[in-house]
């Protein structure tokens, strides 16, 4: 299994930016895929951000453009840079890594982004 400690949230102004970092607890290059997904407040967990073991990545329509998923390896961290961040983008974001072999998910605890107007 794997560990994952997500960090960087906080508030910010609409238009601001922050990154998150979700440290994982063992290499990434063994992990299939790992993403970024948020939960805002009576709403349903969506996915935000994915990349995979090959660096492939994709997005939520909602922030294509302004959000940017990365990885770096020898640190055992992937990142999520949110540019231009907007109001609906408040949510608790979860770092999540996926192993195919096993169909497994693994969560972090989140990490609050509040966007105020």
């Known amino acids: 299994q794997v560990q994952l400690v997500e960090s960087g949230g906080g508030m910010v102004q609409a238009g601001g930016s922050l990154r998150l970092s979700c440290a994982a607890s063992r290499s990434i290059r063994s992990i299939d895929a790992m993403g970024w997904y948020r939960q805002a407040a009576g709403k349903q967990r969506e996915l935000v951000a994915r990349?995979?073991?090959?660096?492939?990545?994709n997005y939520a329509d909602s922030v294509k453009g302004r959000f940017t998923i990365s990885r770096d390896n020898a640190k055992n961290t992937v990142y999520l840079l949110m540019n231009n961040l907007k109001p609906e983008d408040t949510a608790v974001y979860y770092c999540?890594?996926?192993?195919?072999?096993?169909?497994?998910?693994?969560w972090g605890q989140g990490t609050q982004v509040t966007v105020s107007s």
């Open positions: 999540n890594a996926h192993f195919n072999v096993i169909n497994l998910d693994f």
């Open positions: 990349i995979s073991s090959g660096s492939s990545t």
